[in-house]
C-alpha cells in the first residue's frame, strides 16, 4: 500500500510559478512510475505529466511542454511538479498518482494509488 499526500497548491496570478510536492509513504516508491493529473470544475480528469520509475523518461500534456517539469527524488521519496508561466486554465486540483508497473502513462486507470490533490488557482 502507497499513501500519497500532495502539497505546495495555492493561489498565484497568471505569469506566476509553483511547485507541487507528493510525498509517498512505503519502500517501494523508486519502483512506481509517477504522475500527475488535474481536474477542474465540471471537467474530467486530464494528465499532466508522468516520470518513470528512474526518471529516465518523462511525458507530459501538450498544453503544458514547456511550462512544467516533472522530476522526483527516490531518496526522499518524493515527486515534484514544478509549473512555470503559469495560465487561468491551468487552474484545477491536482493529483499526484503512483504506478506499480514503473514505465508511466498518460491513462488515469494504469495508476494504482491516488492522492488526496492539492488546488491550484491562477487569476488573471
Known amino acids: 500500500q502507497v499513501q500519497l499526500v500532495e502539497s505546495g497548491g495555492g493561489l498565484v496570478q497568471a505569469g506566476g510559478s509553483l511547485r507541487l510536492s507528493c510525498a509517498a509513504s512505503?519502500?517501494?516508491?523508486?519502483?512506481?512510475?509517477m504522475g500527475w493529473f488535474r481536474q477542474a470544475p465540471g471537467k474530467e480528469r486530464e494528465f499532466v505529466a508522468a516520470?518513470?520509475?528512474?526518471?529516465?523518461?518523462?511525458y507530459y500534456q501538450d498544453s503544458v511542454k514547456g511550462r512544467f517539469t516533472i522530476s522526483r527524488d527516490n531518496a526522499q521519496n518524493t515527486v515534484y511538479l514544478q509549473m512555470n508561466r503559469l495560465k487561468p486554465e491551468d487552474t484545477a486540483v491536482y493529483y499526484c498518482?503512483?504506478?506499480?508497473?514503473?514505465?508511466?502513462?498518460?491513462?488515469?486507470?494504469?495508476?494504482?494509488?491516488w492522492g488526496q490533490g492539492t488546488q491550484v488557482t491562477v487569476s488573471s
Open positions: 498518482a503512483a504506478d506499480r508497473r514503473g514505465g508511466g502513462s498518460s491513462s488515469a486507470v494504469s495508476y494504482d494509488y
Open positions: 512505503g519502500r517501494r516508491f523508486s519502483s512506481y512510475a
Open positions: 516520470i518513470s520509475w528512474r526518471g529516465g523518461t518523462t
